[in-house]
């Protein structure tokens, strides 16, 4: 009787033993499915821009509450009203070094995947802006890291070896591109005088996705590289390679001063390696021309600079500068190398808003009272209750309604003095 009640209790036991363990693997399947069931789809927010001037079509239908699934891609179509043409179709999201960044496309027709919360929206401007001209866009010029250096042209149609106007954006050397010069650039090509060319370059340090760091010095040589490339093809949108104006806002106003001052020391005797030597080598260089050609054509070509609220000093924008060596500081300051007007005339147009907090009166003075001492013509405006930045060009109404206040007059200006270098007479 005992042996048979231990046989029992075995059996018991591992009858026991097997339902818990069916029980178990039953409830980690209902487990898994309820979670499974549980798991909510990933939405974002989408929210629709009201367009002026024009209007813009979006599918799949963006519902009340605006929340779509995530990789959801939206068609946008935009249309402009009549005498209004396209600037954009774009959306905006949360991040950057600005607080938000604007993603833009010139497409009537343009794909956009929903992978954050976003505005969308389109722009328009007046049709009689670009009636007249041709707009080139995203030409690349080198490739020297991992994104690509492009520019963009606006010529006025017919042109036939117009000067040329050169815009280097801003950004703190460090975000946007060309695409944010566009409002300028198409008031300077008014009046059908100039063919302008707005170029990008790398960022600073590892911002590009870079695995070593870009130097400030890099960014100067993508510059002249630029410049190299468009004197090389100006003649293909009506150009004239040899009569060139630069200009650019905050850092390409800095980059702008560095293309005229900076040009004699073009070279491949390396920038630091050896020491007292700082030499930019371009990023682009045209085949069958050696670097002393390039330097000296780009020098002749330079005739009128015109910075806006830019730094001429490394002193003033160290941060952005890995090297603390007073050499190199000196090699990337403009403000180190004004020529002697003797030796090389560069007028130069400068404005600077009274309110502006990141680059103050005292840091454009200084450079300003270098140009003086050198005898170089220099024009300074201060622009009365303007901030920094008002030469930029972004869909936000904001942005927008500052330039129409302030950058529509100071291009004209800008314009103006241009003329009075390549239009004497």
């Not at 009640?5 to 818990?20: D, F, G, Q």
């Not at 990933?42 to 929210?47: C, N, Q």
């Not at 060319?197 to 870009?214: H, M």
């Not at 900076?262 to 007292?276: A, E, H």
């Amino acid at each position: 009787m005992k042996q048979m009640t231990k046989s029992t209790c075995k059996l018991l036991i591992l009858l026991v033993a097997s339902v818990i363990i069916s029980l178990v693997t039953t409830m980690n399947a209902i487990a898994k499915i309820t979670f499974s069931k549980a798991q909510p789809v990933e939405t974002y927010t989408v929210t629709l821009v009201p367009a002026e001037n024009g209007s813009y079509t979006i599918t799949p239908t963006i519902p009340e509450d605006g929340k779509l699934p995530a990789g959801t891609i939206l068609t946008v179509k935009a249309k402009p009203a009549s005498g209004f043409s396209l600037d954009a179709v774009y959306y905006t999201v949360k991040g950057g070094m600005w607080g938000t960044t604007s993603y833009e496309s010139f497409s009537p027709t343009t794909k956009i995947a929903v992978t954050k919360d976003m505005a969308v929206g389109a722009t328009f401007v007046p049709g009689s802006l670009v009636e007249n001209i041709n707009v080139t866009q995203d030409i690349v010029y080198a490739k020297p890291g991992i994104k690509p250096l492009k520019y963009d042209v606006f010529s006025p149609k017919e042109a036939k070896n117009l000067p040329c106007i050169i815009i280097i954006h801003g950004g703190g050397w460090s975000s946007n591109n060309e695409d944010i010069m566009r409002s300028l650039a198409r008031e300077l090509v008014k009046g059908g005088r100039y063919v302008v060319f707005s170029i990008d370059y790398r960022w600073i340090n590892k911002l590009d996705g870079e695995t070593k760091p870009t130097h400030m010095h890099q960014l100067i040589d993508d510059v002249f590289g630029a410049i190299a490339h468009i004197q090389e093809h100006a003649a293909q949108y009506g150009g004239d390679p040899t009569r060139i104006a630069v200009t650019g806002d905050s850092a390409g106003g800095h980059l702008a001063e560095a293309a005229a001052t900076l040009s004699p020391l073009i070279g491949d005797g390396g920038f630091g390696i050896t020491s007292g030597v700082y030499q930019y080598m371009p990023s682009y260089l045209p085949k069958g021309k050696s670097i002393v050609d390039v330097k000296n054509e780009i020098t002749r070509a330079i005739k009128a600079v015109a910075p806006s609220y830019g730094p001429s000093d490394a002193a003033d924008f160290k941060m952005f500068v890995e090297q603390t060596d007073q050499g190199y500081w000196d090699a990337i300051s403009p403000i180190k190398h004004v020529a002697n007007v003797r030796d090389r005339v560069l007028p130069h147009f400068i404005v600077r808003g009274t309110a502006d907090a990141l680059v103050t009166h005292d840091v454009v003075q200084r450079y300003v009272d270098v140009l003086k001492a050198a005898g170089q013509p220099v024009q300074y405006s201060q622009v009365d209750g303007a901030g920094h930045a008002f030469f930029d060009w972004k869909p936000d109404a904001a942005t927008r309604a500052t330039f129409a206040r302030y950058g529509v007059p100071y291009a004209a200006q800008m314009q103006a003095f241009f003329n009075t270098v390549f239009y004497k007479g």
